[in-house]
């Protein structure tokens, strides 16, 4: 027995396929149920919509609150509406219908019909009718787009059957299709779905039918938008890259990573990760973003893939930079400031990076940073700060150790009533081929503000305790590795700003001889100058230094101060105005000559009635072994980790027992 009929405008169906994956009549509990025609697929919920398939067959009815329905019981007309978006376009130009009213048998109205007839290549049109037949009555004459979603309603009169069709409306006054009247009344009971050849592939979603126009329209639902575009980024050969975007809009949304304009399999995520790359996979890639309301893409994004490089060169390249991070508000990768930076960092590709400025609050997003410019790279980012800006050291190699020294200390000893603004941060990295690892020490001495001498004062009493700690405490039992100081020091070692303040002498006090570290002058290649401050207004005093210890001073190979506006020709990754959006500093690269794996040869051998002695060139903190046999086939050590403290060691052993011949062995890095 049918209920009565709703009173007013009551909807009589709302639908929203909130449902499990899975089959509609089984996962809506029986809401939704077969009618006519034979079953070869089920009509299927997926992501929270109806899924039709042109291949398959089945009809599928949800019955009506209230029904049945005529002239006679109900306020008329009645309004059905439904979003819709077409994965799939129809496969014969006179198309098929996939949503009708129908009554308690097979007689249905107002046939919703997915065509190509009359539509341009790649777009679809939809059409209506109200009698049985193998075409649409009416066609609406709008051409329509794959992948977009659209807001269609329909509306039939239970006295006459005439039907109407609108597409995206506002208002019921808005532009729309109507079938011709037939003469016949109809009795609604329900509303239907159905699979059949020739209707594509619609995707339907928030079906309703009631007795109102407003009350069944939805407000079209937008597509999404890019709230994070993917970034152009370069990657070596064999190395591991992720593309990044993301879109914001309603759900639920779906992703695909295009290469070259296809569709890459299984990648359906908002960030793709490419591992092991190959030159092959260097191109443009777009992420595509889709809703309910459409598709869109985001930028393109190009990869470039630089070929694997030859064996590793024997050359460790440091690169101090201030990259000006204080104040600044957005440090993400969508920066101009940050892309900048990371524009010239990946081009120079350096093996260590010590920074200076990078804000504090934001030190997170260095992991980003890393992931868009330096993939692969190692970050140490715990050093001390002001509150402001901290210092960070990135590294090609892994990064062993890191450690914030003097963060706080009392700068009394040294002549100075305060403490030390920021901190002395020791990060030793693993460098490939190196029998010690480096350490790399990063420090930023104080600025002078607006008290010149209490600030060059200052500034000398860090230099002094960061001389006092290297002698006292770092030298002792590090005396033998290769260590360098990185930062911006604040202060021009040739020329001090002597109209402002007396200099306490930073830097020198930095390269006196306990530390054991040197003065490098690094200029820029174009200029000859060593100015690296202030490339956004006048480009005249060096604040910026790398100072090595006496191992890695005698194997310096090269050094410059990089500027992006003098390149020529200019990389096509690089912008010509790339150092001045990037910061106030220009960035200082050194590149150093493993001190460790260089040819070794006997220097003398002496022997006396009692003693033999062997001496050999060496690198200092380098291991030997000497061995000893009386046939020259088999082996043996006699004396083991040798450890060179000079550029010579030599090897004794007494002259007893019988001939034996001996060699020297450097001993393998670790």
Known sequence: MWSAAPAGADLLLSESFDYPAGPLVTVSGGLWTHHSGSVTGEVLVANGAAVLNQTLSEDVNRLLDGAPHTSATLSEPLYAAFRLRMTALPT????????????????????????????????????????SGTAAEVIYPLDLAPDRSYVVVTRLSLSNSVASLWIDPLVE????????ANGSGFTAAA????????????????LRVGTNFSDVLAAPIPPPVFSLQPLSQVVDEG??????????????????????GVDLPGATNSALTLSGVTTNQAGTYVLRAANAGGAVSSQPAVLTVNPAPAPAADVVSVVVYNVKGNGVSDWSTNSTQVRAIGRQLAYLHPDVIAFNEIPSNYTWEMTNFVTAFLPGYYLATNSGTDGYIRSVVASRHPIVFSKSWLDGTSLQP????????RDLFQARVAVPGFARELDVFVTHLKATTSSPQSDANKRGAEAAAISNFLVTVYLPTNGLRP??????????????????????????????????????????????ADFTLSIQATLNVRFDYVLPNGLLFSN??????????????????????DSRTASDHLP????????????????????????LRLTWGTRVGRQYRVEASTNALAWTSVSSNLTATTTQLSWSTPVVGPQRMFRVQRVPLP
């Open 483 to 528: 260590c360098l100081l990185a930062g911006d020091l604040n202060e021009d070692v040739f020329r001090p700003e002597t109209s402002r303040y007396e200099s306490r002498q930073p830097v020198q006090t930095l390269v006196s001889s306990p530390t054991g570290l040197r003065l490098t002058t690094p200029v820029n290649p174009f200029t000859g």
């Open 588 to 611: 200082v690269l050194a590149v150093f000559h493993n001190p460790y794996d260089t040819p070794f040869r006997l220097s003398s051998v002496t022997a006396s009635n009692t003693t």
């Open 173 to 180: 006054g808005d532009a729309l299709v109507a079938t011709p």
């Open 414 to 421: 040294f002549g100075f009533n305060g403490f030390f603004t």
């Open 239 to 260: 190395g591991t890259v992720t593309l990044t975007g993301l879109a914001t809009g309603a759900e639920p949304l779906f992703y695909q990573w295009r290469f070259e």
């Open 92 to 131: 014969e130009s006179a198309g098929g219908y996939f949503a009708h009213f129908k009554d308690a048998g097979t007689t249905f109205r107002a046939r919703v019909w997915a065509t190509t007839n009359g539509a341009s290549p790649g777009t679809y049109r939809l059409g209506l009718s109200s009698v």
């Open 556 to 577: 310096l190979f090269s050094s410059q101060v990089f500027r992006t506006d003098l390149l020529n020709p200019r990389p096509a990754t690089l912008l010509s105005n």
């Open 191 to 206: 509303y239907a779905l159905r699979q059949a050849n020739g209707i594509g592939a619609p995707v339907i979603d928030d």
